[in-house]
């Protein structure tokens, strides 16, 4: 099944530029309804009000870490299958764990391109 390119979709980071990455890594894939939100708190109500098809957030965030916010999201019955991808800079094995006994449906490495985002977006939703 197609992934439908008008889907909302939040990116989650507290670093402005990545985000701007994001939205532009995404946008050259054609997927432009993008949100933004700079910490997990906000990125929870946004999520609680809109039905997005899928989360991208960045692990290392303060106050709540993408990690936390993952785990509010499995946490939450009205969220808990929101397909979640988190970026982070660190390959650590420990993270790779702890994010996917939470329930993280893919995991990207800092620094990834379009051809990676696009890789993982198809394992999460299907070819687009």
Excluded: C, H
Excluded at 39 to 68: C, H, Y
């Amino acid at each position: 099944m197609a992934v439908d390119k008008s889907m909302p979709i939040l990116i989650v980071d507290d670093y402005k530029t990545m985000l701007r990455i994001i939205r532009n890594l995404l946008g050259q894939l054609e997927l432009n309804n993008v949100e933004e939100a700079t910490d997990g708190a906000s990125a929870l109500e946004k999520m609680r009000n809109t039905d997005f098809g899928l989360v991208i957030s960045d692990w290392n965030m303060e106050p709540m870490t993408g990690l936390q916010l993952l785990r509010e999201v499995r946490g939450d019955d009205k969220l808990k299958n929101t397909p979640f991808i988190m970026i982070t800079a660190e390959s650590k094995t420990e993270n790779v764990i702890a994010a996917k006994e939470a329930g993280v449906s893919n995991y990207i490495v800092k620094p990834f391109n379009a051809e990676t985002l696009r890789s993982k977006l198809v394992s999460v939703l299907g070819d687009f």
